[in-house]
């Protein structure tokens, strides 16, 4: 993957566009709010609306030759010519995790090029963590207060121990396939999480591995997997030992099976 002169100066903007997303998101969440169902039956609120304008107005400002592929459009059918470089969006990844008030709902912008994630953002606005990553400028943790990120320290994964790993996997969408993969490793210890937190969780070097046996989108994924490519982890498809890749328009942007894991 080849990062760019200027991509630090637009992974700097992302970073305040999740955190113009991730207020107004709050804003809502803190109140009440209705709650939707999409055609797939997935839930949708506002705060997914409202996020998805703020970033795709912005992004469109930062980098107007630069398509988005985001959920809430795509899942309207508005799907844009990508070509080999274009963002990911997903503006309230966890809304089930909103809904239920856990706190672990994220923001998400990644940048893809050539089928692989450059840089990303993960922003957790009840939590007050952002997350962010770059191929070269490894990755970092910000913590956010009154809506202004401080200076972000550095995190990298842990070396996975031959035995005894933490795990972690979805807290709404966990299958049997997740828990029989599971059994094949030595698990000391197990965490669960919401959202794309999963990924950040070892890219902090708090987890080892995130097995992921269901169903996910690229907007799901794409900025976790930057955050934690650029820590020294890898996320790869499930019995095919590749990256996990993007641009899938063939399987409707869906992801195969993938297990994302740490130093």
């Known amino acids: 993957m080849t990062l760019r002169a200027d991509d630090q100066e637009l992974l700097d903007a992302i970073v305040d566009l999740s955190l113009e997303a991730g207020a107004a ?41 630069i398509p988005a592929l985001a959920e809430e459009t795509a899942s309207e059918g508005k799907i844009p010519e990508l070509g080999d470089e274009f963002f990911l969006v997903d503006p309230l990844d966890g809304t089930r995790e909103f809904i239920s008030k ?42 956010v207060k009154d809506g202004v990120a401080g200076a972000g320290a550095p995190i990298a994964c842990r070396k996975a121990p031959d035995k005894r790993l933490v795990a972690v996997a979805s807290r709404s969408h966990r299958s049997a396939e997740t828990d029989e993969f599971l059994a094949t490793l030595d698990i000391a210890d197990f965490a669960a999480a919401g959202s794309s937190l999963k990924f950040c969780l070892i890219a902090e070097g708090l987890a080892d591995v995130y097995p992921r046996l269901g169903r996910t989108m690229e907007w799901d994924t794409g900025a976790g997997q930057a955050v934690l490519e650029a820590a020294g982890g890898r996320v790869i498809e499930f019995g095919a030992q590749t990256p996990l890749r993007y641009g899938k328009r063939d399987r409707g942007f869906d992801n195969p099976h993938f297990i994302a894991w740490g130093g």
């Open 25 to 65: 998101a709050l804003s809502i969440y803190q109140e009440e709010f209705q709650v939707e169902a999409k055609s797939d039956d997935s839930p949708v609120t506002e705060a997914d609306r409202l996020g998805e304008e703020i970033i795709l107005r912005g992004l469109k400002r930062i980098a107007p030759n």
């Open 102 to 143: 856990t706190g672990e709902f994220t923001v998400n912008i990644a940048l893809i090029r050539a089928g692989a994630p450059v840089l990303g953002v993960v922003y957790a606005p009840a939590i007050g963590k952002l997350y962010r990553g770059s191929a070269t400028g490894g990755a970092s943790l910000s913590i």
